[in-house]
T-cell receptor, first 111, second 117 residues
């Protein structure tokens, strides 16, 4: 299974942008890059996903490197409610593929 | 958006008893469901993958006779922790997907906190 590497923790100020990096140097051509986040005592929730092009939605933006070996989740204006663990996951093409979580990045927001 | 309902949200049981956790996809048919467990301050660990109408595939080190998974319909999967012991205390999370396309997002239950006394 292709692996992802993320910093263990990051801290940011409220109302400032946050850039969460993810390295996935062994990504294959058909792997989609997914981001999920987990608030305390809850199940993960979907944030965004992409293949090659940068993606935007109401929650965040996803910037994918040209060689696809890394990506960055961008929260444009962090709020206290964005404090969570953010997981970067690769979705392999195979229908039998397992969904494996890495260690994620614990994001703290300073008021 | 699609919703996965997980029940109960928390359960306390005595050592040696069995506990059943339900995972339902409320507005879509889940061809595949995943079961995870999570210890405090750690990531989610995949326990097993279940496809509707077939036996679950367990990850290495997960005892299939202890963690019974049933996926009898396209909207319901259950995880039964049999003869629970204190070391089984954990946060259990289910996840569902509607199809097999890799660009589909996953939907997660809200989790079940199991405490075994």
């Amino acid at each position: 299974d292709a692996k992802t590497t993320q910093p263990n923790s990051m801290e940011s100020n409220e109302e400032e942008p946050v850039h969460l990096p993810c390295n996935h140097s062994t990504i294959s051509g058909t792997d989609y890059i997914h981001w999920y986040r987990q608030l305390p005592s809850q199940g993960p929730e979907y944030v965004i996903h992409g293949l090659t092009s940068n993606v935007n939605n109401r929650m965040a933006s996803l910037a994918i490197a040209e060689d696809r070996k890394s990506s960055t989740l961008i929260l444009h204006r962090a709020t206290l409610r964005d404090a969570a663990v953010y997981y970067c996951i690769l979705r392999p093409y195979s229908s039998a593929s397992k969904i494996i979580f890495g260690s994620g990045t614990r994001l703290s927001i300073r008021p | 958006g699609a919703v996965v309902s997980q029940h109960p949200s928390w359960v306390i049981c005595k050592s040696g008893t069995s506990v059943k956790i339900e995972c339902r996809s409320l507005d879509f048919q889940a061809t595949t469901m995943f079961w995870y467990r999570q210890f405090p301050k750690q990531s989610l660990m995949l326990m097993a993958t279940s496809n509707e109408g077939s036996k679950a595939t367990y990850e290495q080190g997960v005892e299939k006779d202890k963690f019974l998974i049933n996926h009898a319909s396209l909207t319901l999967s259950t995880l039964t922790v049999t003869s629970a012991h204190p070391e089984d205390s954990s946060f259990y999370i289910c996840s569902a997907r509607a199809g097999i396309a890799t660009n589909e997002k996953l939907f997660f239950g809200s989790g079940t906190q199991l405490s075994v006394l």
